[in-house]
C-alpha cells in the first residue's frame, strides 16, 4: 500500500520537526540502546517514526483500525515521546 502525496508530505513534515526537536535537546549524544551495539536516542527515535509511517496505510485503512489523519498524528507525536525518560544524562 502506497502514501498518498499527502501522507508523504505530512510524513516529511513530522520527520523534519521531530529531527530539529530532538537535535535541540541532545538527542544525538544520549544513549538509547546498549546491547550488543549502540544506538542514540536520536536514531532510535527516527527509526521508530519510520516504521509508524511504514504501519500507517494499515492502521488507517477501514478494514483494519481505521485510525483517523488526527489519530495518526497523536501516535505519532506518541511515539516520539514516549522514549523521552532515556534523555537524562
Known amino acids: 500500500m502506497a502514501c498518498t502525496e ?14 530539529a526537536w530532538m537535535q ?14 549502540e544506538q542514540s536516542l536520536f536514531d532510535h527515535s527516527l527509526i521508530e517514526l519510520d516504521v509508524l509511517f511504514e504501519l500507517l496505510p494499515i492502521l488507517g485503512n477501514p478494514r ?7 489519530e495518526q498524528k497523536v501516535l505519532a ?13
Do not use: F, P
Open 77 to 89: 507525536i506518541a511515539v516520539l515521546a514516549h522514549d523521552v525518560g532515556k534523555e537524562s544524562n
Open 64 to 70: 483494519h483500525y481505521g485510525l483517523s489523519d488526527m
Open 24 to 37: 535541540a535537546r541532545g538527542w544525538k549524544t544520549k544513549l538509547a540502546k546498549r546491547r550488543g551495539y
Open 6 to 19: 499527502e501522507q508523504h508530505m505530512m510524513r516529511q513534515e513530522i520527520l523534519t520537526c521531530a529531527a
